[in-house]
């Protein structure tokens, strides 16, 4: 299984940005994603995530980002509204069978990150 990440890039403070995460098969019923980032110096931070009927996300973007996906393009999107310098980070996607956990270990397909930087 292969994911591939795009979507980052250069943003103000307060604007948006969408980013999208393409898998190489189809997104089963259940087939977790989830979205990850990782700034300078951190660890792995868990964003949001879906799966069946669930979705999570971390307390720190819950009202700004939206998690989404199309079945029909095996695609899943990450919707990032109000960006703020402190969500500066490279993006990855990630998917796993189960439920759409919190914890980055539990995941086992990875796609290849994508920069996003939110200047102030």
């Known amino acids: 299984v292969q994911l591939q990440a795009y979507g980052g890039g250069l943003v103000q403070a307060g604007g948006s940005l969408r980013l999208s995460c393409v898998l190489s098969?189809?997104?089963?019923?259940?087939?977790?994603m989830g979205w990850f980032r990782q700034a300078p110096g951190q660890g792995r931070e868990f964003v949001a995530a879906m799966g069946g009927n669930r979705i999570n996300y971390a307390d720190s973007v819950k009202g700004r980002f939206a998690i989404s996906k199309d079945s029909a393009k095996n695609t899943v999107y990450l919707q990032m509204y109000s960006l703020k310098p402190e969500d500066t980070a490279i993006y990855f996607c990630?998917?796993?069978?189960?439920?759409?956990?919190?914890?980055?270990?539990?995941?086992?397909?990875w796609g290849q990150g994508t920069q996003v930087t939110v200047s102030s």
């Open positions: 098969r189809r997104i089963y019923s259940n087939t977790a």
């Open positions: 990630a998917a796993r069978e189960g439920s759409p956990v919190t914890a980055s270990s539990a995941y086992e397909f």
